[in-house]
T-cell receptor, first 113, second 113 residues
Framework: DSGVTQTPKHLITATGQRVTLRCSPR?????VYWYQQSLDQGLQFLIQ???????AKGNILERFSAQQFPDLHSELNLSSLELGDSALYFC????????????FGEGSRLTVL | GEDVEQSLFLSVREGDSSVINCTYT??????LYWYKQEPGAGLQLLTY?????DMKQDQRLTVLLNKKDKHLSLRIADTQTGDSAIYFC?????????????FGTGTQLKVEL
């Protein structure tokens, strides 16, 4: 158990819909990362927050947005969903903003039908 | 941008050594990482190496780094069935106040009895 909690574990929705994925980092970790894992594109970095502020941005679509709240949990919002958004979305956390030693949650599997 | 490549599959017999290879392109990478993903789970950090090192050993794991050829390898000694998983190498890119990891495609290790 990494200490990172993600909900929901599984989500099935239709194209055009909007979903919110939630992540609670390890106790004491200030940095949260979101990654997307799909068969065709592998693991792709989406975005990083540190203590509520955006610190790094990857290939995150404009239809996607994220935020980190004062209690350090984070949410990833995916809107106008397309079939290609079906993937496993991982949240990871770390105590510092510039370390590659990340602790990953078990992921939220999104299926868009 | 960075591109991290790995072979997709490796099959070994229990008790043999496994060698998983990785090539990366960003010569400025300071740290390189190996993560393990078991079925249905998130990624777990196994080990990492600083770019000014050639080798790092941690129990059954040995990491070799050839910076000239941008080649990284992970050797698992006395491979066990519990080592069956997908192994990802990753390089870290510092981006302003944060960082992102670029992961390889992953190598699926199958350990046979």
């Amino acid at each position: 158990d990494s200490g990172v909690t993600q909900t929901p574990k599984h989500l099935i929705t239709a194209t055009g819909q909007r979903v919110t994925l939630r992540c609670s980092p390890r106790s004491g970790d200030l940095s949260v990362y979101w990654y997307q894992q799909s068969l065709d594109q592998g693991l792709q970095f989406l975005i990083q927050y540190y203590n509520g502020e955006e610190r790094a941005k990857g290939n995150i679509l404009e239809r996607f947005s994220a935020q980190q709240f004062p209690d350090l949990h984070s949410e990833l919002n995916l809107s106008s969903l397309e079939l290609g958004d079906s993937a496993l979305y991982f949240c990871a956390s770390s105590p510092r903003p510039n370390t590659g030693e990340l602790f990953f949650g078990e992921g939220s599997r999104l299926t868009v039908l | 941008g960075e591109d991290v490549e790995q072979s997709l599959f490796l099959s070994v017999r229990e008790g043999d050594s496994s060698v998983i290879n990785c090539t990366y392109t960003d010569s400025s990478s300071t740290y390189l990482y190996w993560y393990k993903q078991e079925p249905g789970a998130g990624l777990q950090l196994l080990t990492y190496i600083f770019s000014n090192m050639d080798m790092k050993q941690d129990q059954r794991l040995t990491v070799l780094l050839n910076k000239k050829d941008k080649h990284l390898s992970l050797r698992i000694a006395d491979t066990q069935t519990g080592d069956s998983a997908i192994y990802f190498c990753a390089e870290k890119e510092l981006t302003g106040g944060g960082n992102k990891l670029t992961f390889g495609t992953g190598t699926q290790l199958k350990v046979e009895l």
